[in-house]
């Protein structure tokens, strides 16, 4: 089972019980291996969100298992999940999630400020943070708050914050849904760069032609992986 | 997370609503100075009546013609008693034991006195040779009286410091001949400086021999040798019950009371008055306690509601934090530490407002105000245990908040 990086087995998700009871998951099943470029795609109320969020450990399946990198995630309380997400998730936004009164450069740092396995000095911190601007593109821009930027640029802030601590992982739900044609290919870019430089990159889109750009395409229907379950 | 980062975060938190955080803290700013400046003004006036107390002298007992009990109803002896003389008061000098000394005042109404090149007014007191032992008031040149000048009604005079340079400046005053209203006197002593103890100026006096007094400067004729108040001076604090129980069974004797009688005389020391004045600030201070616990309660509910309204604006804020990895726990103290300080700011700004306030306030009214130490570290923790108590519901729920929902959040 440790041999992929991610592996899901009949992962289901009820929201409300009795009769009401929604199957936002029906018993998903998914490998993604290290390195891969992977979009997951969908129409909306197929269940992608719902994969996205428990990929990214900010939800539980109601039952089924869920390995990341060789350990099972599907039974962690919260704060076992927030380490997760710290160390091993970046996450990229629709709609950026940046902190509106921080700087760039703070918003980059915020998650090495949360890592409870290194702590980390501050200096270090703020060389990390810059590092992780710098590759993408926004080296000269580190003092600027969001509001001071196009939408394109905040996401770049966004895609470096998910870079910054290293993850195993970073999963990006409808990066490109805020931003013009243009923008929305730069960041394309950036992730295809990243995944030539070996990181694993899941991507939520429901749009065709971005999702066309990755090496995957997983689809779901009604809750099910009706196609891509395995590389 | 540590504490000092976490702490910058709160602080940006606060910095951005600065009038917001500023209302927010009024209560606790309220709360914290009002315990400082009313311990300071309760402070001030106990350190007044200390003084005046401990101005009387050391180790006294004190026995007055009697007032107590009865309620003044007919059959008791109330005013209407003969109460104590000077006869008394030798009495407990020579027979009971344990006591340094025993003096009996008569301050006698102010007379004109006149020296060679000046004319004053000032008040003109009895007394007797203990005085300065007793009432703790040292003689600085001469002698005091003895009391062979008492039995002789010898013409002499001491004077209070202030007295002696209105009268003769820089000259020796001793020797000197003065008239205190109509009577010629030859001052003997000159008494040491002691300054205002409560209203009394001890340096504004002139002192005569307590028999001199009687005779010459009060209306004898109504009152005798009846003096108001008999102060004893215990040898030590240990002393002061058996001397106490002695002048009781003597004055008892010598007026002809049983032990069953009602006596015509109290007899109390510093200590009790002491007492009483701690009953009185004690339920002045219970009353403190009531003021400050109520506005710093007012002030913890401020707090709470604009942290709880505060978790709400910064819903999205939170999800953003829980995504990166911030756990509950983190979330949970970003928000504590924010409502801590928010109340220890608050705290800070009202030790500042008490602090001057007491300062104002004893400027500028009659009161004494002393700065309690103990009361500023006391509305500091409190104004700490406020803001976690209080701020411990809302860091709660947000901590409790739901990544998904909470990134949802516009």
Not at chain 2, 13 to 24: P, Y
Not at chain 2, 305 to 326: F, H, K, P
Request: glycine share 12%; with cysteine.
């Amino acid at each position: 089972m440790n041999e992929h990086l991610i592996e899901v087995q009949e992962l289901t998700k009820v929201y409300g019980a009795g009769p009401a009871a929604v199957h936002a998951l029906d018993g998903v099943n998914l490998i993604i291996d290290e390195g891969e470029f992977v979009a997951i795609m969908g129409a909306s109320g197929s269940g992608k969100s719902t994969v996205m969020n428990i990929l990214g450990c900010l939800d539980r399946p109601t039952d089924g298992q869920y390995w990341l990198g060789g350990e099972d995630v599907s039974k962690l309380n919260k704060a076992q999940l927030a380490d997760i997400r710290n160390r091993q998730i970046g996450f990229v936004f629709q709609s950026y999630n940046l902190l509106a009164r921080s700087s760039a450069l703070k918003n980059v740092m915020l998650p090495l400020m949360y890592s409870r396995r290194e702590r980390r000095s501050a200096s270090e911190r703020e060389k990390l943070a810059r590092e992780a601007l710098e590759a993408v593109g926004l080296g000269d821009r580190t003092d600027h708050r969001p509001n001071e930027m196009s939408g394109g640029e905040q996401q770049r802030v966004a895609i470096a914050r998910a870079l910054v601590n290293e993850p195993l992982l970073i999963l990006a739900d409808e990066p490109t849904g805020n931003l013009d044609t243009s923008s929305s290919q730069e960041v394309v870019d950036i992730l295809r760069g990243l995944h030539e430089r070996g990181r694993t990159i899941i991507m939520i889109t429901h749009e065709p032609d971005l999702g066309a750009q990755a090496e995957r395409i997983v689809t779901l229907i009604d809750g099910r992986v009706v196609d891509g379950e395995e590389g | 997370m540590n504490l000092w980062q976490t702490g910058q975060v709160a602080w940006e938190g606060i910095a951005v609503n600065k009038v917001r955080s500023l209302l927010t803290m009024l209560g606790i700013i309220i709360g914290v100075a009002a315990v400082i400046i009313m311990m300071g003004v309760s402070a001030g006036t106990e350190a007044t009546i200390a003084e005046r107390i401990a101005g009387l002298g050391s180790n006294l007992i004190m026995v007055s013609r009697g007032f107590g009990g009865g309620g003044g109803g007919p059959g008791g002896h109330g005013f209407e008693s003969e109460g104590l003389n000077y006869e008394d008061t030798l009495s407990i000098g020579e027979q009971v034991s344990g006591i340094n000394g025993v003096v009996a005042e008569q301050i006698a109404m102010s007379q004109i006195v006149r020296a060679d090149s000046s004319t004053i007014e000032t008040d003109v007191v009895g007394a007797m040779p203990d005085f300065p032992q007793v009432r703790g008031v040292k003689l600085a040149d001469g002698r005091f009286f003895s009391q062979q000048d008492l039995d002789r009604k010898a013409k002499v005079a001491v004077l209070g410091h202030t007295t002696a340079q209105e009268l003769f400046g820089d000259a020796d005053p001793i020797g000197q001949s003065i008239t205190v209203g109509n009577v010629r006197l030859t001052v003997v002593g000159v008494m040491d400086e002691k300054g205002l103890v409560g209203e009394t100026d001890y340096d504004q006096r002139i002192y005569v021999p307590l028999t001199v007094a009687f005779d010459r400067f009060t209306m004898s004729r109504r009152f005798g040798d009846r003096v108001m108040t008999v102060y004893v001076q215990a040898e030590s604090p240990d002393t002061i019950e058996s001397a106490i129980t002695e002048i009781d069974a003597l004055l008892r004797r010598r007026h002809e009371l049983t032990a069953m009688d009602q006596a015509d005389f109290t007899i109390y020391t510093q200590g009790d008055i002491i007492e009483t004045q701690e009953a009185t600030t004690g339920a002045f201070r219970s009353l403190l306690a009531w003021v400050a616990g109520v506005s710093l309660l007012v002030g913890g509910i401020g707090i709470m509601n604009i942290m709880l309204v505060s978790v709400t604006e910064r819903t999205r804020e939170i999800g953003i934090r829980q995504a990166v990895g911030a756990a509950p726990s983190d979330i949970r103290l970003q928000f504590l530490v924010e409502a801590l300080v928010l109340s220890l700011v608050g705290g800070l700004i009202g030790v500042g407002v008490g602090v001057g306030g007491s300062w104002l306030f004893g400027r500028t009214s009659d009161m004494r105000t002393v700065v309690v130490w103990s009361s500023i570290v006391l509305a500091f923790c409190s104004a700490a245990a406020v803001g976690i108590f209080f701020g411990f519901f809302p860091a709660n729920r947000a901590s409790q908040l739901d990544p998904i929902e909470a990134l949802r959040h516009e």
